[in-house]
C-alpha cells in the first residue's frame, strides 16, 4: 500500500464529491498496480517486485519532500527505522498473500490492520458489533479449512498487523519530523534494504524484459500516483471521509481481481468483503472528527 499523509486538522473544506472520487481513483490505481506487478511474480517473485515499488515510492516522496537527513537526532531515526520496518514488511508480505490468495482476499485480510486501530481505540458498544462484522466477514471470505492455503491467509493477516504498526508509528513520526519528510525517509530506507535483496533475486533468475516493465508501472500506480492524489484530496475533503474512502480498496482489488487477473470470487467472498467494509464504516461513523 502507499503510505498515507496526515490528515489536515480543521473543519472539512468544500468539494467532498470531488474528493471522494480522487480517493476512489486512488484506490483503483494503487489495486490496477497491485495486479500489474503481480504478473511478474512467475519470473521475478514479490520480493523483487516490491523492491521496484519501493524504489519508485522513495525517488518519488524523496523529490517532493527533499528530506535533510543529515540534520536527524537520535530520536528522529529510531522511529524512522521502524517505520521502514513496518512499511517494508507490509508491502512484501500483501504481494506473497496476493501470489498465493489472490488480491481481493489479501487486500482484505490487510484492512484489518487500520479497522484493528480505529476499534482499540474505541471503547463503545457498537465497536463490538463492528469487530464481530469484520471477524465475519473475514471468515466468509478466508472460509478457513483443510484445503485453505494457510500460509497465505497467514501473509495477508501479516500485511494488517504491519499496517497497523506502520498506523501507530507514523503518528510519532509525524510529531518528530517535520511535513512528509518521515515518509520520504522510511520509504528510501526500506528501498536501501530491498533494493539489493531484490537485484540478487534478478540476477538469479533473470527474468524477461517484460517483468521489469511490470514492476515499475507496479511502483508508480501503486505509490506514486496515489499518493499525489491522497495528498490532493486531503486538502478537500474531512479525515472521517478520508477514512471512509479507505473502505474503498478491499472492493477495487476484489473488482480488479476478477476483471483482469481471473480471481473472481463467490457470493460468500463478496459477502465478506461487504461486512469488512461496513464494520470500518460503522466504526467512522460514530468515532468522534
Same mark, same amino acid.
Given at each position: ?8 486538522s480543521?473543519?472539512p473544506?468544500p468539494?467532498?464529491?470531488?474528493g471522494?472520487?480522487m ?10 498496480g497491485?495486479?500489474?506487478?503481480s ?5 521475478m517473485g514479490?520480493v523483487?517486485?516490491?523492491? *521496484?515499488?519501493q524504489?519508485?515510492a522513495?525517488v518519488?516522496?524523496s523529490? =517532493?519532500?527533499?528530506?535533510r537527513?543529515? +540534520?536527524y537526532t ?7 527505522? /521502524?517505520l521502514?520496518i ?5 508491502n ?6 496476493v501470489?498465493?490468495?489472490?488480491l481481493?482476499t ?10 484493528? #486501530?480505529?476499534?482499540?481505540?474505541s471503547?463503545r /458498544? ?8 469484520a ?23 501479516l500485511?494488517?498487523l504491519c ?7 507514523? +503518528?510519532t513520526?509525524g510529531r518528530?519530523?517535520?511535513?512528509i519528510?518521515g ?12 533494493v539489493?535483496?531484490?537485484v ?15 514492476a ?6 501503486s505509490s506514486? #500516483?496515489?499518493? *499525489?492524489?491522497?495528498?490532493?484530496v486531503?486538502?478537500?475533503?474531512s ?5 471512509l474512502g ?8 476484489a ?18 468483503i461487504?461486512?469488512?467494509?461496513? *464494520?470500518?464504516a460503522?466504526? =467512522?461513523?460514530g468515532?468522534?472528527?
Amino acid at each position: 500500500m502507499s503510505p498515507e499523509p496526515q490528515p489536515p486538522s480543521g473543519p472539512p473544506k468544500p468539494g467532498t464529491t470531488g474528493g471522494f472520487a480522487m480517493m476512489a481513483t486512488s484506490a483503483l490505481s494503487t489495486q490496477s498496480g497491485a495486479a500489474v506487478g503481480s504478473l511478474a511474480f512467475s519470473t521475478m517473485g514479490p520480493v523483487a517486485v516490491v523492491a *521496484a515499488r519501493q524504489l519508485v515510492a522513495a525517488v518519488v516522496l524523496s523529490a =517532493l519532500a527533499r528530506p535533510r537527513f543529515w +540534520r536527524y537526532t537520535r530520536s528522529q531515526w529510531g522511529p524512522l527505522v /521502524l517505520l521502514a520496518i513496518f512499511f517494508a514488511g507490509m508491502n512484501t508480505t500483501l504481494y506473497a498473500a496476493v501470489d498465493r490468495v489472490g488480491l481481493g482476499t489479501a487486500v482484505t485480510l490487510e484492512f484489518l490492520g487500520p479497522l484493528g #486501530v480505529a476499534l482499540a481505540a474505541s471503547r463503545r /458498544l457498537r465497536d463490538g458489533l463492528c469487530a464481530a462484522l469484520a471477524l465475519g466477514g473475514v471468515v466468509l471470505l478466508a472460509r478457513p479449512g483443510p484445503s485453505s492455503d494457510l500460509l497465505g491467509l497467514g501473509f495477508g493477516l501479516l500485511a494488517g498487523l504491519c499496517w497497523a504498526g506502520y498506523i501507530l508509528t507514523n +503518528r510519532t513520526v509525524g510529531r518528530r519530523v517535520a511535513g512528509i519528510q518521515g515518509a520520504a525517509v522510511s520509504t528510501a530506507l526500506s528501498a536501501c534494504v530491498m533494493v539489493p535483496v531484490g537485484v540478487v533475486i534478478v540476477l538469479h533468475v533473470q527474468p524477461p524484459w517484460e517483468a521489469y516493465v511490470f514492476a515499475v508501472v507496479s511502483g508508480l500506480l501503486s505509490s506514486a #500516483v496515489p499518493y *499525489a492524489l491522497d495528498l490532493i484530496v486531503l486538502r478537500r475533503i474531512s479525515p472521517l471521509i478520508f477514512g471512509l474512502g479507505m473502505s474503498l480498496h478491499p472492493f477495487f482489488a476484489a473488482l480488479v481481481g476478477a476483471a483482469f487477473l481471473g480471481q473472481v470470487l463467490p457470493v460468500l467472498g463478496w459477502v465478506g468483503i461487504g461486512l469488512v467494509i461496513s *464494520a470500518n464504516a460503522l466504526t =467512522l461513523r460514530g468515532a468522534p472528527r
